[in-house]
């Protein structure tokens, strides 16, 4: 899936948490891996991870939360994250 691209074990953290949530399938024929193997420090990773934050028509905060983490693993290879104003994740520095 990935064999040509390094990833730090937070990125790859954060895209076996996606094939977790969303399953294999979704993550083999997304956008987001293609971007990531390209190149995972992509900042228009980001927007890519904002695609999966509905079930049905409706914004779950759940996944929101969910992906803002992941976008911090993926695209600033952070694990340190915190809650901001209203609990919303932010990545740590």
């Known amino acids: 899936m990935l064999s040509h691209v390094f990833l730090k074990d937070c990125q790859f953290d954060a895209l076996m948490t996606f094939a977790y949530n969303r399953g294999v399938?979704?993550?083999?024929?997304?956008?987001?891996?293609?971007?990531?193997?390209?190149?995972?420090?992509?900042?228009?990773?980001?927007?890519?991870?904002?695609?999966?934050?509905?079930?049905?028509?409706?914004?779950?905060?759940?996944?929101?939360n969910l992906e803002r983490v992941n976008h911090c693993f993926i695209v600033r290879a952070k694990r340190r994250f915190h809650e901001g104003p209203g609990n919303v994740l932010y990545c740590g520095r």
């Open 25 to 64: 399938n979704s993550l083999k024929n997304s956008t987001l891996l293609k971007k990531v193997s390209v190149n995972p420090k992509d900042p228009t990773i980001g927007y890519e991870f904002s695609k999966w934050i509905y079930a049905g028509k409706s914004v779950l905060r759940g996944l929101v």
